[in-house]
């Protein structure tokens, strides 16, 4: 009986290959794409930060590689935030804001998968008080 259980735990593990190999071969396309867009934009843009995320929500979602996540969504929020700072047009630097709500969600889910409770419910309550503002704005210019 033995060894057809351990015929049936290898089974799964081959039906995952292509799934991984499919999973590597998109962040190593990101990457690349990264390091093409860095190279054109330099290393403060929107569309860094974009790949950046891209690249963080694949390592939490598809690898399960926490660190790697958090690494790419806090490097992101740096861009983000140089690129807000750097903007003159307010609209633009509204854009961005909301962008980097959305990164710190992404950054509490992160911290959530880890069991670090209290630094994903800091993000979380960051990224709400930044949606809350634009919903204050929303309502005063009505």
Known sequence: MQPQEHQHHQQPHHHQKPYHHAARSFLQKHLAELSEVKARRGEIHLEVADILNIIGLSHHHVSGDQDEALRFHKEAL??????????????????????IAVTLTDVGNVYSKRGEYNKALASYEESLCIFQNFGDKQEASS
Do not use: R, T
């Open 78 to 99: 740096h861009v983000l935030k140089c690129c807000m700072d750097s903007s003159s047009e307010q609209n633009k630097k509204a854009s961005i804001l909301k962008i």
